[in-house]
Nanobody
Framework: QVHLVESGGGLVQAGGSLRLSCVASGGIFSSRVMGWFRQAPGKEREFVAVVNRSGSDSSTYYADSVKGRFTMSSDGAKTAMYLQMSSLKTKDTAGYYC????????????????????WGQGTKVAVSS
C-alpha cells in the first residue's frame, strides 16, 4: 500500500513561488497515474496536474488555470514528485493534495478526483495580495 505525504506549503506573496513535494512510501510512482489536486475553502477539489506513467505516454497535463506557471516533476527513483508553482496568484490559495491510483485511467478520467484511491493529507498554500 502506497502512502503519500505532502510538504512545502506556506504563505507567499502574489507573484512568488513555492515548491510542493509528495513523498511515497510503500511503493513507487513509476507505473502509476500521479496527480496534484487542490481544494479551496468552500469549493470542490479540482484538478491541477497529472502524469500517467502506466502507458507509453508519460506526458504531463495541466489545468488551464495553472498552465505555464506550475510544473510537475519527479525524482529519478520515482518515490517523490514535485509541483513547482511560480507567479502565484491569490486564487491559487488552497489545500494541495497529491494522489495516485493503481488503475489505468483514460485521459478524460485523469482529472477526476474520485478516480484516485490513494491521497496524501494535503499541504496548505496561502497567497497574499
Amino acid at each position: 500500500q502506497v502512502h503519500l505525504v505532502e510538504s512545502g506549503g506556506g504563505l507567499v506573496q502574489a507573484g512568488g513561488s513555492l515548491r510542493l513535494s509528495c513523498v511515497a512510501s510503500g511503493g513507487i510512482f513509476s507505473s502509476r497515474v500521479m496527480g496534484w489536486f487542490r481544494q479551496a475553502p468552500g469549493k470542490e477539489r479540482e484538478f491541477v496536474a497529472v502524469v500517467n506513467r502506466s502507458g507509453s505516454d508519460s506526458s504531463t497535463y495541466y489545468a488551464d488555470s495553472v498552465k505555464g506557471r506550475f510544473t510537475m516533476s519527479s525524482d529519478g527513483a520515482k518515490t517523490a514528485m514535485y509541483l513547482q508553482m511560480s507567479s502565484l496568484k491569490t486564487k491559487d490559495t488552497a489545500g494541495y493534495y497529491c494522489a495516485t491510483t493503481q488503475y489505468r485511467l483514460a485521459s478524460q478520467d485523469q482529472g477526476t478526483p474520485n478516480n484516485y484511491e490513494v491521497w496524501g493529507q494535503g499541504t496548505k498554500v496561502a497567497v497574499s495580495s
